[in-house]
């Protein structure tokens, strides 16, 4: 079981750069391909960015290419989510998860979903 807590989200001005992070509880963390996801009002979920068990592998949507940037400390169970120059189609809840098996872009393949953290960018 992994249990996931989102933070770091917030009102924005398109531009600007906001940094969300992911608390996984449990020891098996290291074992879980990482993932963060997007869902605007009346929107489906979408991917954003992945990363691998080992962090040495990453895949992004080419909505965030060069302006997101995924990673993760093993060590302290946690996935980050760099995001500059945010745009306001940026908008909608970001939520992180977990994936056992090969680093994976559909929602469907993942285990554990976190809350999600609101991230609004205002024009």
């Known amino acids: 079981q992994v249990q996931l807590v989102e933070s770091g989200g917030g009102l924005v001005q398109a531009g600007g750069s906001l940094r969300l992070s992911c608390a996984a509880s449990g020891r098996t963390f290291s074992r879980y391909d990482m993932g963060w996801f997007r869902q605007a009002p009346g929107k489906e979920r979408e991917f954003v960015a992945a990363i691998s068990w080992s962090g040495g592998y990453t895949v992004y949507a080419d909505s965030v290419k060069g302006r997101f940037t995924i990673s993760r400390d093993n060590a302290k169970n946690t996935v980050y989510l760099q995001m500059n120059r945010l745009k306001p189609e940026d908008t909608g809840v970001f939520y992180c998860?977990?994936?056992?098996?090969?680093?994976?872009?559909?929602?469907?393949?993942?285990?554990?979903w976190g809350q999600g953290t609101q991230v609004t960018v205002s024009s």
């Open positions: 998860a977990a994936a056992r098996g090969a680093i994976t872009t559909s929602k469907y393949n993942y285990d554990y």
